[in-house]
């Protein structure tokens, strides 16, 4: 078995495709505003500590922290 | 049936996603012709104005907060499920008119689907076309129209273009219910029936919806609230699951629609300008460092560019104040006027230069795309105090005046850190503190350079507004650790491209950050100015009459010019009025801190506003002016009658200054906080809690300096 990665252990740099959530709370959040399954997704950079994270989807800007991050799967 | 629709009031409702450009919109739209008020039972800010449609009509727009969805997480966003869903309200729209990001349809569509399925007539405004150009994107107007059954305008909210379109097109649509979108039954049929039947909505969508949203949604009844409490148990509806559900089901229906919308001529940009910017801006050395800079260059600028419209004011109001008395009989009423009402205006006009440049400064970081950028770098440092990134804002807005930066927590939607921001902002300093720093300071220390280059007084005042800053941020840790929330915490927040500001929005913003400071603060610190001129200008009996007498008849003062003795009068009677009584109960209290009765008095005036301190100090040393320098002057060499020794020394001053860093002497933020948290619990516990850490810490001071 393949084990999955999440979007909190993306490099900065690093891009993959969003393939679903762990949390449905955040998830409906983040799906308004969205980050879909399939997006493209992109770590530009932390902001000073580590956290929030600066995320290009598809060719919007969000910020979330680390926590939100980690309930977001990659392919 | 005609005669009753057409006679009864139009409303249209604005609405659309944060950053989509709707306020450019509205502001196009109606210009300076806005009101603000409240939504009922919120204080959400309510901007509407009125419209003339081209057949003479007239209608309201109400601009609705952003909002992703109707599933609302915040304050803001809950008013526009209240206001969409509240059939029977007065502010229920005939017609919505949604602002659309071209750049961005795919997610800006969620939100115009979920209106369309209430069955609201809609207009879709698409907003940004000439960026979406520019990234070589054409949007298939015809297509979108047809595909939507929604009429597309395409409106540029920069220029104005196709605005007075938009206005056609909603009397198109006006008494014709928009077609449903999807089919939602399929999600909660059992549940959507029941609420149907139970509360005689005749749309799925709306049932669903309050099957969804019942227990927050601020109109519905008791009862009404059980009924859906009981239908929605009785069916196990699982809401979490539903949205996500509801949200997917969505997507797949516009994902493809807007695919085919679109034709691409060339592929995106890999680097945007935003991306290249950023690189620096939010970069974590370089980022954080231009961030303080920022911070640095807009203080210098509301102390550099405020001080001449703020002279001016003050000679204005001096000016008419010296006119009352001179062209009226002396009395009661002069009285009243040139000493209580005029100068109690006079101190809500003072502060407006600074409050507008530093709101000014917000606004124009705003429009242009920054403070999300501040927000980011700020938030891990925030979230160790119990704080959100979003607070950042707050507080400093908090230095320009404490009541719009309360106000402005609306956006933070965990309640928790909405609580603590709105509980530590009254510690940051705002303008009123300044005029008592300029004095106290000038006091204590030397107009001295350091090292040559630095102002020593103003490396004083940098200290002060430090402490302040500190004040916040560990109270804001204590509440951290004591306030218990089962209420979890994100932070999900958009950065949006940058963009060339709009000078009519940040002008529009200032003009209502102004007008609600005014508004606010101005009725309390009137009728404070009027309470406090009662109470210094009456003591019980005849005292004052009686100290007058003996102080014309002392042959020591008979020699006096007329001014002077005046002046003596004014400070012996005030000795004797219930504003002196009330100076000297309290001195055992302040006695501790180095304080004497008449600071006493200046304490209880500093109520209405912290500037007073420096007008009732004049009073008190019986000087006619408020001149700064002569106040200063006059306590340098006031002694104390018991022991001879000099009342005000460092210890004193520097006492004084911490106490009015920490303490909460406001009323106006009282009562704003009272109507943002909805209870005097808040703000009572503020005002305790503020008035000790003020008292300890200013106990403290003068016993480490004397």
Known sequence: MIVQRNLSELQEGESSKVSGFVDQEIAVKLLEMGLLPGCSIKLLRTAPFGCPLYLKVNQNYLALRRKEAANIILE | ?706
């Open chain 2, 1 to 706: 049936m005609e005669i009753s629709t057409s006679s009864k009031q139009i409303n249209i409702s604005l609405i659309g996603n944060p950053n989509s450009g709707k306020t450019s919109v509205f502001n196009r739209l109606t210009g300076l012709n806005q009101r603000v008020g409240n939504f009922p039972g919120v204080t959400v800010d309510k901007k509407s104005a009125s419209l003339h449609l081209s057949d003479g009509r007239k209608a309201t727009l109400i601009d609705l907060p952003g909002t992703y969805s109707l599933y609302p997480t915040s304050m803001d966003e809950r008013v526009v499920l209240d206001v969409l869903l509240d059939t029977k309200s007065k502010y229920y729209p005939e017609v919505v008119v949604c602002v659309v990001d071209a750049t961005n349809l795919e997610r800006h569509l969620l939100l115009l689907s979920q209106v369309k399925d209430l069955g609201i007539p809609v207009v879709l405004g698409l907003n940004m076309v000439d960026l979406a150009d520019k990234n070589g994107v054409e949007v298939d107007l015809a297509f979108l129209q047809k595909s939507l059954q929604v009429p597309v305008v395409k409106i540029n909210g920069r220029t104005g273009k196709g605005i007075s379109e938009l206005l056609d097109k909603v009397e198109d649509v006006l008494y014709q219910p928009s077609q449903e979108f999807m089919p939602l039954d399929a999600l909660a049929s059992p549940v959507i029936e029941e609420v149907k039947k139970s509360m005689l909505v005749k749309n799925d969508y709306q049932a669903l919806l309050l099957a969804h949203h019942h227990q927050r949604l601020h109109y519905l009844t008791e009862a009404e609230k059980q009924q859906l409490i009981q239908t929605t148990e009785k069916h196990a509806f699982q809401s979490i699951r539903l949205q996500v559900e509801e949200t997917m089901q969505r997507y797949a229906k516009i994902t493809p629609m807007v695919e085919l919308a679109l034709k691409k001529s060339m592929s995106a940009e890999e680097d945007t300008f935003t991306d290249k910017l950023d690189k620096v801006l939010t970069h974590k050395l370089w980022g954080s460092l231009i961030f303080f800079s920022i911070l640095f260059v807009v203080f210098q600028a509301i102390f550099a560019w405020a001080e001449y419209p703020m002279n001016l004011i003050d000679d204005i109001f001096s000016a008419l104040s010296a006119y009352f008395t001179s062209v009226l009989p002396e009395g009661v009423v002069a009285s009243l006027l040139t000493e209580g009402i005029i100068p109690g205006i006079g101190g809500v006009v003072i502060f407006i230069p600074q409050i507008a440049i530093l709101f000014g400064f917000i606004a124009l970081l705003e429009e242009v795309g920054y403070m999300a950028r501040a927000v980011f770098l700020s938030d891990n440092l925030m979230r160790k105090f119990g704080l959100n990134g979003r607070s950042m804002v707050s507080l400093f807005s908090g230095a320009a005046c404490a009541i719009p930066a309360v106000m402005s927590t609306r956006t933070i939607s965990n309640w928790k850190e909405r609580l603590i921001t709105i509980f530590v902002t009254p510690f940051i300093s705002c303008s009123a503190r300044i005029p008592v720093y300029t004095v106290l300071v000038a006091f204590v220390v030397p107009a001295e350079k350091f090292w040559g280059v630095f102002e020593l007084q103003g490396l004083v005042v940098l200290g002060l507004y430090i402490l302040g800053v500190v004040g916040a941020l560990g109270s804001a840790y204590v509440m951290k650790k004591i306030l218990k929330t089962g209420e979890s915490s994100f932070f999900v927040m958009e950065l949006p491209v940058y963009k060339t500001p709009q000078w009519k929005n940040t002008l529009i913003t200032i003009w209502e950050k102004v007008k609600t400071f005014v508004v606010e603060a101005g009725k309390v610190i009137l009728v404070i100015s009027i309470v406090l001129w009662v109470l210094a200008t009456y003591g019980p009996g005849d005292a004052m009459d009686k100290v007058a007498e003996q102080v014309k008849a002392h042959p020591e003062y008979s020699q006096l010019p007329k001014e002077e003795l005046d002046n003596l009068i004014a400070s012996k009677q005030l000795e004797v009025s219930y504003a002196g009584i009330f100076g000297k109960a309290i001195e055992p209290a302040i006695k501790p801190l180095g304080y004497d009765w008449k600071m006493g008095i200046a304490l209880l005036t500093s109520f209405a506003a912290r500037e007073v301190f420096v007008g009732t100090m004049a009073t008190i040393y019986s000087i006619g002016s408020e001149e700064e320098d002569r106040v200063i002057e006059k306590i340098r060499k006031e002694r104390n009658p018991e022991t001879g020794e000099l009342v005000y020394n460092a210890a004193t001053a520097m006492s004084l200054l911490v106490f009015y860093v920490f303490a909460m002497q406001c009323m106006s933020t009282l009562a704003v906080v009272q109507r943002e948290t909805k209870s005097w619990a808040w703000p009572a516990l503020q005002l305790v809690y503020m008035t000790a850490v003020a008292y300890l810490s200013a106990l403290l001071t003068f016993n480490i300096m004397s």
